[in-house]
């Protein structure tokens, strides 16, 4: 009856030689939208590999609440595979390698999908040509934290401390290219101080080094500090916004310490290898958009200094190539190579 519909509708177009060959193009597409359907209801048949960077950073975070979620929607484990270094790129790599079926994801962010193209002459992926993007996750502010013997109490007098400390201060980030570095940077820029950076090999190793003062300050997440910050063990400056950020209200935001411009964040999102099926894409953003829309979930984000930001393939998609153009202009003009 589908054929007939399209073939009366379509006859005598000079796109179709002959009403049978549409009714048979017809048939071959029904067949494999059919197939392609099979394969989202029977997805997934098997555990789940999500890669993610270094143990305790914010990507890891991100990681593991995801994962929950589906291994407790689907009912099929969700298996977090951490693998830290160079920001996230060596797990990013891994990723666009595997094989595009469903069963190996991977986390995204700046670092690895909006500034590594122009800090590596050559990188092993194209971050839009060799991912599918599925959805944004989470979103933290970016905090300027300083280790408790650092003998400032707000953002103006650690500019003050800063040009004024002979030898500089050195702060760390979870590595070339990430989004702490680019927040570093950036406010170098911004204030004229002269931070050293020291990059380590993931959020985690960074917050540690400035735990056990290694490092005088660092530019992470609010996710990635919030735990040691309600401790005590590091001090929040600023969070670099025109804002405060809502999960972490009790940090100022750099406009209110008198350096308007001084703005960024990180997000997260999730991935899957190109060629992907369309249809398993589908559904796993399905899955994870009521995941991050659940109460439940936004207020554990909350807790942990993170916001739910869930959105359509396509959403994430022009958000992805906003990044991308965003960050080269800031990139290029800084002259910021990777370490």
């Known amino acids: 009856e589908i054929g007939r519909a399209m073939t009366s509708a379509l006859r005598g177009s000079s796109l179709i030689p002959h009403p049978s060959s549409l009714v048979r193009w017809i048939v071959a597409v029904c067949i494999a939208l059919s197939s392609a359907i099979g394969v989202a209801q ?12 270094s143990p305790g950073s914010t990507s890891d975070f991100a ?14 484990q969700v298996v977090v595979d951490n693998r830290p270094g160079a920001g996230g790129i060596i797990g990013t790599e891994i990723a666009a390698a595997a094989v595009p079926d469903g069963y190996t994801l991977t986390v995204g962010h700046i ?31 970016i905090a300027l934290a300083v280790h408790p013997s650092v003998p400032v109490k707000d953002l103006k007098e650690f ?29 170098n820029q911004m204030t ?14 960074a917050l540690t080094a400035l735990v056990s003062g ?25 969070v670099l916004s025109a804002k405060r950020f809502s999960a972490s209200p009790e940090i100022p935001s750099a406009v209110e310490a008198g350096f308007p411009g001084l703005d960024s964040s990180v997000w997260f999102g999730l991935f899957a290898p ?43 998609d022009r958000f992805l190539k906003s990044e991308i153009a965003k960050w080269g202009k800031v990139i290029k003009a800084a002259g910021i190579q990777a370490n």
């Open 42 to 53: 029977e997805y997934p048949s098997r555990p789940i590999r999500l890669i993610s960077g």
């Open 63 to 76: 990681a593991r609440f995801i994962a929950q979620k589906l291994t407790e929607r689907w009912g099929q």
């Open 111 to 141: 670092g690895t999908h909006a500034a590594a193209q122009f800090l590596f002459k050559k990188l092993a992926y194209d971050p839009i040509k060799d991912f599918a993007p599925i959805s944004l996750m989470t979103n933290s502010g």
């Open 159 to 187: 500019v003050a401390y800063a040009k004024a400390k002979a030898g500089g201060i050195n702060y760390g980030s979870a590595g070339g290219g990430t989004s702490s570095q680019l927040s570093g940077e950036l406010f």
């Open 192 to 205: 004229g101080a002269k931070l050293v950076h020291i990059p380590y090999k993931g959020a985690g190793f």
């Open 214 to 238: 290694e490092t005088q300050a660092a530019f992470l997440s609010t996710t990635t500090i919030a735990v040691q910050a309600r401790a005590g063990k590091v001090r929040p400056l600023a």
């Open 274 to 316: 190109a060629k992907t099926p369309k249809a398993i894409v589908t559904k796993i953003n399905q899955e994870v958009v009521a995941a991050l829309q659940l109460p439940e979930a936004r207020a554990a984000l909350l807790a942990q200094g993170a916001e739910s930001v869930p959105t359509t393939p396509e959403e994430f």
